[in-house]
């Protein structure tokens, strides 16, 4: 139904909407949702926000696009589009993926953003952003005001002094935030829970919008709660309340940060974190992720109360390095004090939450693409598509040969796709901002421009798509044509252009050479070259306050992206998955977690600041006895004191699996892990419960 209201508002309002200039247009529609929505305050619930029809909307087709202003010149658009149609590199804008600054929207209100937008438009009253930026923040105030008139008139006609009593301080709250600053913990988690959800209206889609350090900017509000008459049995429920909600709306990929460390160094896991973990514990939900952030002094108790199977095999908690974060995102060439404050964000990703827009799949780059063509003399390997400006092509007998060769392609190829993204962030800046989000973004109230090109910090991440595929073909190239001379380059491209029909020697041959993730010394150097190279194309592409950064984040994206990809030369087939995340090629069968852990601190993990998560499986087993908890806490330990950035978990209970596939009716909140975030296992069609389930027994779920 949310993505379907859109559809239904531009089709009934096209002419008006075609009609208006760019920026008023989105601001327009944002307020139609807010007003058409239909809102309900359920018996039960705390917090006021949810929304919906009864019935799911009837799915209508998108009206014909709306006008806008021309940015891209022909050529860009050409290239974009033989980019993707051909040589597997998408290029793209991508809405959400966004956390903004709670602590201080929560505490100042928005009509402390208002007032800003005011004073602008005082020297400027014909500037058209600020405009829409005013209009977008009267629209949020609007749509908390429906509920606290709704929540009134409930109240009003209330059965019993509970209802009435529940409704008339929802009512309360509602009539102060978010418009002003909260007063207690109650109204601070009112208006998170409205801002949460006014965020994905006025972006059009709602997908891994986080909520940042819930830990830290409601801990004054905990604090005084006492005070306030708010218990700490009360916090809990609210709180309950809130993921509820969380879970209800949205795909899961939700993050909640706990802990870290300031700025000084000093520990900042409180009693609120472990109320979250608490809530987190009994509700067993899909959302939000439990981000959990572990330094070398997070508290061993605490630690202790994450390694627990119950929320392993729903997924939870993700971990996350805080050292090694905070350096990747000082990598950026922010200020450490600044990068102390990073939040992870979806599941996997660190934000500054409030200062910056991350265009999270902004480019996924196929990283076979610069081996095709620096093997095929300026082609790609399955089509004689290739580049007028293409690097004169180079004689490849050695390992260093075909990295530079490689190396090269891959800056001149990378190096056209951050020219494109950077027109198609204006193109979106100009066509379809989003003036709402934009006015609770550092930067863009400054330069009165949207958040595509004007927050403080504006970030594509280049997914490297494939990547541990190309290094692993690397490693092949060099153990049967450089050391054992068995084929040469040419017998292996050719073999690739049929899919290996026909080659099965060969392709036995290239299935068991060494592979990234066997802790092989040059498995590892070509990894980290790799990934080098990438890393620097990145900076050098950056500019100003835009920047690129490079990741190995796939999320379960790798099948679908796989499924359309010809075969490449680490002998995967023609429609197989790629890579997933920083975890071994699916072709190495037998994963020993040091190795797998060894191998994956080799890619420069300062530089992927994008993101770049490994998996590993648990049995339930490993969960029975306190020292088998503890030899999975001291591999977290490692990965991080290796630099690792993330460390996600599966762990799975096999058999009940099975019980929840035959009798799926039986098993309705049946909860998973499915790539980077949690979802029902009802929910995957019966070919991904089955695969899922054999992927598990292996030890490597997808």
Known sequence: MFYTIYNHIRLAHYDELAGMPPHKRQATLFRYYTEQIPIVIPEGDILAGRYGY???????????????????????????????????????????????????????????????????LSEQPEHDFYLAMRDSIETAIAFGGRYAALAEQMASDAKNDGERSRLTRMSEALRRVPEYGARNFY?????????????????????????GR????????????????????????????????????????????VGGVDAEGREMYNELSWL???????????????????????????????????????????????????????????????????SANSCMGLILGGREFANMWGIKFNMNLPLEVALCGGVALHNELGFTTVTKPREINSEDELLEAYGAYLEEIMGMSADISYAVAKNAATNTSDPFLSVLTEGCIESGLDRAIGATYDTVTVEGMGMINACDAIEAICELVFDR??????????????????????????????????????????????????????????????????????????????????????????????????????????????????????????????????????????????ESRDKIKAMIRTYFELGGLQFQVNSVDIELLERAYANPEAYPNLIIRKGGYSVRFGELSRDAQREFIEQSRRGNPA
Request: charged share 25%; net charge negative.
């Open 54 to 120: 009864e019935d799911d909307l009837t799915p209508v087709a998108p009206p014909k696009p709306m006008p806008g202003i021309r940015v891209f010149t022909e050529e860009e658009k050409r290239l974009n589009e033989h980019f993707k149609k051909y040589l597997s590199v998408e290029i793209g804008f991508h809405r959400s993926h966004t956390c903004i600054d709670y602590g201080e929207v929560i505490g100042k209100g928005l009509r402390y953003y208002l007032e800003q937008v005011e004073q602008k």
């Open 187 to 211: 109204e601070a988690v009112q208006s998170l829970w409205l801002l949460h959800n006014l965020i994905p209206m006025a972006e059009m889609g709602w997908y891994s919008i986080s909520v």
């Open 214 to 257: 819930m830990d830290q900017y409601l801990y004054p509000y905990y604090l005084r709660a006492s005070e306030d008459g708010i218990s700490r049995e009360d916090m809990k429920s609210i709180l309950k309340n809130l993921f509820q909600l969380l879970d209800s709306y949205g795909d899961g990929a939700c993050a909640l940060n």
């Open 276 to 342: 979250l973990l608490e809530v987190e514990k009994e509700t067993a939900l899909r959302a939000p992720i439990f981000a959990a952030r572990i330094s070398p002094n997070t508290p061993e108790d605490f630690f202790d109360a994450l390694i627990d199977f119950e929320l392993f095999r729903i997924g939870q908690p993700t971990f996350y390095g805080e050292m090694p974060c905070r350096r990747a995102v000082a990598g950026r060439g922010i200020p450490e004090a600044e990068a102390a404050t990073f």
């Open 485 to 626: 001379k068995k084929y040469t380059i040419g017998q292996m491209l050719e073999a690739a252009k049929r899919n290996y029909e026909g080659d099965a020697e060969l392709l036995y041959d290239i299935r068991n050479c060494k592979k990234y993730g066997m802790n092989d010394e040059r498995c590892n150097r070509i990894v980290a070259r790799v990934g080098q190279m990438l890393s620097k194309i990145c900076r050098e592409k950056s500019h100003g306050n835009y920047l690129f950064l490079p990741s190995l984040h796939t999320i379960d994206e790798n099948v679908k992206y796989g499924s359309t990809l010809p075969a490449t030369l680490d002998g995967r087939l023609a429609g197989e998955p790629v890579s997933k995340n920083a975890n071994p090629s699916l072709l190495l069968k037998d994963i020993e977690p040091t190795s797998v852990i060894i191998s994956a601190a080799c890619v420069p993990q300062t530089d992927f600041s994008g993101g770049q998560p490994i998996d590993l499986f648990f049995d339930k087993a490993q969960f029975a006895t306190k």
